[in-house]
């Protein structure tokens, strides 16, 4: 199978940056996509940015400007750099793969990691 695992999140003050990132393991045949979706409380699980194979990229509007996802394919590793830090980026960050899985039989799945908490102060 394949794995997720996430690190980077935590506590800063209003106006600063955060690194995120997310690396997958595991029976891996490729990766096409790779993305992080943000859930705060009370609130659905929004796509934040995403990026393909080729290295295009998408951003939620309200982060434009201030977050770059990159990609690191060597390692099936998907970055998060997050500046000018808002209270309203406060929420559960998770990531996401869209891998085709090896083995006898290649199936596409998408994965996800297990959360990892940035909280902003103002």
């Known amino acids: 199978q394949v794995h997720l695992v996430e690190s980077g999140g935590g506590l800063v003050q209003a106006g600063g940056s955060l690194r995120l990132s997310c690396a997958a393991s595991g029976s891996i045949f490729s990766i096409n996509g790779m993305g992080w979706y943000r859930q705060a409380p009370g609130k659905q699980r929004d796509l934040v940015a995403s990026?393909?194979?080729?290295?295009?990229?998408n951003y939620q509007d309200s982060v434009k400007g201030r977050f770059t996802i990159s990609r690191d394919d060597a390692s099936n590793t998907v970055y998060l750099l997050m500046n000018s830090l808002k209270p309203e980026d406060t929420a559960l960050y998770y990531c996401y793969a869209d891998v085709t899985v090896s083995g006898q039989r290649q199936y596409n799945a998408r994965y996800w990691g297990q959360g990892t908490q940035v909280t902003v102060s103002s």
């Open positions: 990026i393909i194979s080729g290295g295009s990229t």
